[in-house]
């Protein structure tokens, strides 16, 4: 059972992780994921229900931080529709149906979620703290490199709740060389319409046991609200602090955060 400071703390979380979404383009969920294993562990969830609520509510509160976050992008002129369609499209589609595999079986397991989300983690610290010799470029590339990153950010958001972010920043920038200033706007753009799809399909599409109080499908209402509130405050000022910074300082503010996560998660999984 939640208590007034489990309320308040996922307040604190939610404003943390929907300033990141603003700042970095990952949608917050590198900090919603350790905050709702602990809280929907505490309000009642076990076992393969856990991994299978993590993702859900994880995803359901990026609905709101990404698309805030999108939203004031498009208020500063840094909005790029097309590019935002080319990868959604297929994305959605590759999450949808993994998400599906996953929510109807009982083989993704805690310890199985733990190392995908570790691995996750890991590759995308290396690549952004490494030294590397890409360039940015103004010039737009094609429809076909976002539909490929689209793909990889689909299947990467089934499996880890992340909202994809987490590699679509690093791959617009790393492979389709884009300026992280419009990677990130258009990582902000896509990653409310991957959680939206997976969102209405785990409140309407999946039947499990109701465990929690205020539970619609695996989406646990009491955890997810307060964190949903701070999103609308938090995630535009992440938005126009990154405005302010150079592309150098994003890549490291992002690397370094990433890296904190990682080793909290490698201390709970291990310690």
């Known amino acids: 059972m939640l208590e007034l400071t489990d309320y308040i703390l996922l307040t604190v979380f939610g404003a943390a992780g929907a300033f990141m979404a603003g700042f970095l383009g990952v949608g917050g969920g590198i900090i919603y994921i350790p905050v709702l294993d602990y809280f929907l562990h505490k309000a009642g969830m ?150 939206l799809s997976i969102g209405i399909y785990n409140v309407f599409g999946v039947e499990v046991q109701v465990v929690v109080q205020g539970q619609f499908g695996l989406i646990v209402l009491p955890v997810v609200l307060p964190m949903i509130v701070a999103t609308f405050l938090f995630a535009p000022i992440g938005v126009s602090t990154a405005q302010k910074f150079s592309s150098k300082t994003i890549r490291l503010v992002f690397a370094l955060f990433v890296l904190l996560v990682l080793l909290r998660l490698l201390w709970q999984q291990f310690g």
Do not use: C
């Open 46 to 195: 076990q076992n393969e229900q856990l991994v299978k609520a993590i993702l859900a509510n994880s995803l359901f509160t990026i609905i709101f931080s990404g698309t805030v976050a999108s939203y004031k992008q498009y208020k500063l002129g840094n909005f790029f529709p097309r590019q935002i369609v080319w990868t959604a499209l297929p994305g959605i589609l590759v999450a949808l149906t993994f998400t599906y595999f996953i929510q109807t079986g009982t083989w993704y397991s805690k310890s199985l979620f733990n190392m995908v989300f570790a691995s996750m983690l890991l590759l995308i610290v290396l690549k952004m703290l490494l030294p590397s010799r890409i360039t940015e470029s103004h010039a737009e590339a094609g429809a076909t490199k976002y539909m490929g990153v689209g793909v990889f950010a689909g299947l990467i958001t089934a499996f880890s709740g992340l909202g994809g972010g987490i590699v679509m920043t690093p791959l617009f920038t790393d492979w389709l060389k884009q300026p992280i200033k419009k990677a990130s706007a258009i990582s902000n753009g896509v990653i409310p319409l991957f959680a």
